[in-house]
């Protein structure tokens, strides 16, 4: 042990509270650092549960009952990804490229928004900006639901 480093444990011993109070600081920090990145992480690597139907067209996404209201679900449409999301009871899909420098984007589940991983840019049920620095909506894909099936594009 340095004799910086045995000043203070020294110091820490003589004032417990401090160190209590540098302990709570440090673990708190840490703490939000952990949960701060985890979210926009887990959104990130998530991988996109469908694939483009070679050719283009409609594309079946899924299931209207494996999409609850406030849930979504990310898929590949022509080659890139988008979000689909069940809006009380209404769905809609964007582009999950962000419009400011690209990334993909994320339904935030739990705060209802959809948010970007890069620099915290976050867009309404409407894919309109709500915040932060993307300079324009995500772009709309048409929907349409038949039989309880969902579909992506135009027929
Ligand atoms: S790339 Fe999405 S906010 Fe910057």
């Known amino acids: 042990m340095t004799d910086e480093e ?3 444990q020294e ?4 004032h417990p509270t401090r160190r209590r109070a540098l ?3 440090v673990g708190g920090a840490l703490a939000a650092l952990a949960a701060g990145s985890a979210i926009p992480m887990a959104g990130y690597l998530t991988a996109p549960v469908r694939t ?3 050719g283009g067209g409609r594309l079946l ?3 209207l009952r494996d999409l609850p209201p406030g849930a979504a679900i ?3 449409y022509e080659d890139r990804p988008a979000l ?3 809006v009380a009871g209404t769905v809609k ?3 999950a490229i962000c419009t400011h420098l690209g990334c993909v984007v994320f339904w935030n589940q739990d705060s209802q928004f959809i948010q970007c991983p890069c620099h915290d840019g976050r867009f309404d049920t409407n894919g309109q900006v709500i915040s932060g620095p993307p300079p324009a909506p995500l772009p709309a894909i048409p929907v349409a639901v038949g039989d309880e099936r969902i579909y992506l594009g135009s027929a």
Not at 11 to 14: D, G, P
């Open 6 to 8: 045995a000043l203070l």
């Open 11 to 14: 110091l820490l011993e003589a």
């Open 23 to 25: 302990e709570l600081i």
């Open 52 to 54: 483009s139907q070679p």
């Open 61 to 63: 996404v899924g299931d």
């Open 74 to 76: 990310k898929v590949t």
């Open 84 to 86: 689909v999301l069940n």
């Open 93 to 95: 899909a964007f582009s």
